[in-house]
């Protein structure tokens, strides 16, 4: 099996999103996967002109020449994509967007398209897994029956800091769990909706959530206080 993972995350692996799916990926790998990794961040992908040339001028050809040139012939061979990205103001992350936007040339009226599932890893800083709504939304409407699960990580930045503390057991069975996801996506093309839970798993009560949602603001304040110095 063949595995394209796409990071939408400007955080790379470090970020919350970042955790998930190397967890995931790793899961993938021990069942077998052939997997390769690129980050947004790191690539050059210009927004779709949406002028069509792709479909009637040349034919599944981008004609803009950016690191898409790189990506495409990774698509056209992967058995599974995944798209990761944390959740932004009106869903996924501006670049992984773009390059949502420019997979046209793949999907050509009336030609054949090679059998492909997706998966979505994504994670978000509100308590409430309605803050995944307009991402899943835009996700199934894209790749509709070929999204084969998604994993959501919701107060992810709770999760993050049980892992440097003495509570870091619950937040490693979150870290386990995204592995089992991969590993099942690898082996049997599909992800156990018991899995899919213990990754969005709650991890204390609310109020312990919105204590450690200060904490983090703090933190982020202090380091921008820092970076201003």
Not at 23 to 42: I, N, Q
Not at 64 to 72: E, N, V
Request: hydrophobic letters at 45%; charged letters at 25%.
């Amino acid at each position: 099996m063949k595995v394209l993972a796409l990071n939408g995350s400007p955080h790379m692996d470090e970020g919350n999103t970042g955790l998930i799916l190397t967890a995931f990926l790793d899961g993938m790998r021990s069942a077998g996967a052939d997997v390769e990794c690129f980050y947004t961040r790191k690539l050059n992908i210009l927004p779709c002109m949406g002028d069509l040339n792709c479909w009637m001028k040349t034919p599944s050809e981008c004609s803009i020449k950016d690191d898409m040139q790189i990506l495409y012939p990774k698509l056209r061979e992967a058995d599974v994509v995944v798209y990761a990205s944390p959740v932004y103001y009106a869903g996924i992350t501006g670049p992984l967007k773009n390059l949502i936007d420019r997979l046209i040339p793949l999907y050509i009226p009336g030609q054949p398209v090679r059998e492909q599932s997706a998966v979505l890893i994504s994670s978000c800083s509100a308590w409430e897994m309605e803050a995944f709504s307009p991402m899943l939304a835009q996700m199934k409407a894209i790749f509709r029956e070929h999204l084969a699960g998604s994993l959501l990580r919701p107060h992810a930045e709770m999760m993050k800091q049980m892992l440097a503390g003495p509570e870091g057991e619950r937040a490693e069975a979150v870290i386990a769990a995204a592995r089992e996801a991969g590993r099942q996506m690898a082996s049997v093309g599909r992800i156990s909706t018991e899995v899919l839970d213990k990754v969005a798993r709650e991890l204390g009560s609310k109020d312990d959530f919105e204590k450690a949602f200060m904490e983090w603001m703090e933190g982020m304040k202090k380091a921008a206080e820092k970076m201003d110095r």
